[in-house]
């Protein structure tokens, strides 16, 4: 790793005592954000390039994946259930709070599920009654069930009038009822039925509603502290994985490492390796799909009353906020309103102001250039301030350039998280003490010796 | 042909089959006619099933019932249309998502691209050239209205400014980076401009730019206050997320009304941060982060939020104002702690912590050599003797006060150092080089609070300590500093030998 100092920062900053504050950007300060970002850091210097062992498929007891295995045994051992509001049913299947497309799928599979039940359902009604008056238009009883009057002390009859049977005797004395004999199967198979019913419209509206609680979850919310603490917990756990892969070394015969400039291999032990190796390997156990499902094995989500009151806490803070800067905004709007009289620039806001200015300066750095038409100035000396800009070897022209992948590896929101990583410390140096040294013939004079400051920064 | 009919209707027995058949049943109504003809069309009769009545001799065929024909089509016209509510629910919710990265035009992409070409090594770094084209991509995006707050947006005035920077024009970079403070500052602060979830990020955002305007920024007095009033807004959003930060307001609020109260010495509850209760180990030793400590709320700007911290420190410390540094930093100490920062940062910080309180006592002492002063070339003008003596016991005891507190920061960097075989034998092997730094830093520190004391020996012994630590981690700053003190006690001491 190479270190740049510039030197930079409040200029009259003297104090009496502090003869030194050094700002350095302390590389391996890690996070998710200052490693992503050491990886294409590091590739001005020496880009190591990680290439996973192609053997590992060829000997797959080496004493690494058992212990990986083991580990994973320890794991499931305390794995915790993931949180959800309305994916309950799925177990230990529930994806972690933060993989969206995982609980999408959930829900759609759950929600099809659910659809597919009652769909069911009203098959079951539509079924044409089994034994209902002869009515099939509507009935206001459930399918299965009988009219009341058609049970007369408990045997089923059908009361009808005689003369809509043309078939049957005229005169038979049982004009009015027909006592039917119940057949043996049909009215358990009725009562199968209604449990059947049952079951299939509970089912179906309860997965639909669990559904739909999970989409309001997911849709909804603005904040969610399950979601938030998954995401930190990855952070962690990424930090926690670096540190390990970093201790455990490379193994040589595992992981060779080149250098990504002209290809010669590099030694293992160089600690930028090791830190490219170990980021590259944290990197991949994050890709894993477990992983990326479940989130880190060992994670204990919160409970949910702690969900809840985190949930009120945050509606309440959030709520008093923004009266605080409704109130604020308010204010200054009177203000403006008051003092209208002065028109034009001043009443701009000071971001607009600034805007407005920027864009002349642009349009003026423009007109200048042009008029110049400036020879291809090479300041070579400043490409040191940031890493320069290397296109892939088969970009011919600028329209062969893919905005995307260009825009992710040499995103100027992680440069300037770089550059603003900064490790301040304070050095503190003896005084010249008036008590105890009456005569030191190095160091100055009694009094407050001022000395500036020094920023140091190093990345 | 009817020998099928009947073969076909003698399976409608099973019920839960019928629905099935029905729909792949070929509806036509002289079909049905054909096998219901018997039977007189205007009876009601023809609906029910023919075998639950007693009479019909056993074997005869049930007969399907006649059905609204319109029945399956309904059916698969209900069907049709949960589907297409479904889909458009989630086409909506896919639009919602996709709305939010707005597009860069196309004709500001190839614009982009062509900076990006200018820029490369390709052009060999023609920044000027860049530099116009990405002012031409930003009038294009202008033009199209972007949101100003989209990341393109951003990232291309971004690379304006790094341009800038790199053609050595600071004062246009400079005003680049206010504008996009000042923009940032106002969406952060006017309620409803930025969805509420993505607030951290672009706090995040803003944090960044602000340090980075602060590092070309000249300004104390400014440079300060703006460093307040993001600091402060970076505060409410971590409040608002997180009842522990309550807590402590509550805590620290009921600490100072009892010493309010009681006048007595709030000294006695100053406590260091580092230790194993504050700091996990894995199971080999080495300072890991505690999974099941909950500080989502310090994220995803917890590290931006710290080190404009220490920025506002390190202003406090240039504008002379010691003792508003020293509770900046102790605050900062607690709350590293419990956003679970990284533990060598948690380390650095307490050790930094130390030098600050060193600093405060040398302060004091400045103080008392100044009241002595003051006594002897004015011995009996006004002076009250009571008063005197009370202030000079007063910026004593502070004095002394401070010294303990350094002593204790110091030493617990280290003794947390010695009680950790990992830390101790491989101080060089750790990933983060600022757990050696912090080390390094305590054993100087202790080294300066001993020739502060007048014990020589030891001071000797610590400085030529960290001089070695320093050397192994290239802190060549603390190298430096050590060298001269080292200097410094040495002449000390052959002056004492002198004298002796």
Redesign the interface.
Known sequence: MQHHTTRSGPKNGKIDHVRSIILTANWPHFNSRTLARNLPSSATTEMAVYTPPSDTNSNPDHPHSQEEHDKDDNDIKKFYLRPSLGLKLWGPLVPAPDNLSGLYTLVAVQSAVGIFALWRLKRLYRLPPLRRTATHTKSELAFGELPSEMIVKGKTTIRKDIADFPTLNRFSTTHGDIVLAPPPIIPRQTRFITFRKLVWGLFGSLLLSQSLLELTRLNFLKYDPWCDEMKSVRDKKFFNNIVKYYHEGIDPTKIKVKDAMNGTPLSTNIPEVKQSVALARAQVEAQNPIIRWFGPLEYKPMSFNEYLNRMEFHLDMFEFFQNKRNIRENSIELINSISQSSAGLEDLSECKKLHLQNVEKRLHFLASSKDATPAPEKRRTNTMLSRGVVLPHDTNAPQDIDLDTIRSLYDPWMTLALETSLSIKFIPTTMPSHTKTPTTTDSPGPGPTPKAITNEKTH | MLLRKIHLSQRLNK??L??LNLSAWPTKPSHIRLLHDIR?QT???N???PD?V??FPAGTPPRP?I?PQS?PAK?NRG?MY?FIG?SMVGLM?WYKSKSKKQKIPILA??V???A??Q???????????S??RY??T??AC?RFHMDPLS?DY??IE???A?MY????ILD?AQ??Y??LL??F??AL???GKI???ERGEVLR?DL??L??SL??N?D?ES?KKRLLQHLLLAQ?EI???S?EL?EFFEKRKKKLSMIKDINRDPNDDFKTYVSEENIKF?D?G???????K???????F???FF?AR??Y???C????DITAALSCKITSVEWMVMA?M?P??IL?SQ??LG??F??QA??L??DL?HLEQKRKTEPDQELDMGTYIKALRFVRKNRDLCLERAHKCYDSVISFAKRNRKIRFHVK?Q????VA?SIA?ST??MG?LS??E?VLAKAEKLFKDSITMAKET?FN??LA?AE??L??TS??KA?KKEES
């Open positions: 019920r839960q019928f629905a007189p009876s009601k009769f609906a029910q099933q639950s007693p009479g019932p059905t029945s059916n069907l949960s479904i919710l992409q190839s982009w691209k062509e990006i070409w820029e490369s090594d390709r052009m060999d770094y023609n920044y000027n050239e530099l116009r002012i031409e930003l009038e202008d990341d951003t990232r971004l690379k304006i790094e920077e790199k053609l050595n246009e005003s680049i206010q504008e000042s923009r500052f106002e602060n006017v309620p969805d509420e979830s955002k960044r730019i340090i980075k590092e070309i000249k104390i440079g409410e409040l608002s997320k009842p309550k894995d080999q080495y300072m890991i982060l505690d999974l099941e909950n500080s989502s709320a310090w994220e995803p917890k590290e931006e080190t220490d920025l420190t390190a202003y410390l240039s504008s002379k679970d990284p060598g940062q650095l050790a930094n030098s600050l060193y600093l040398e302060k002492e400045a050599n092997d990933l983060d080089p600022s730094q830093l100087y520190g300066v020739l502060h007048g290239d700053e603390l500093e001269r003190e200097q410094k002449v000390l002056a």
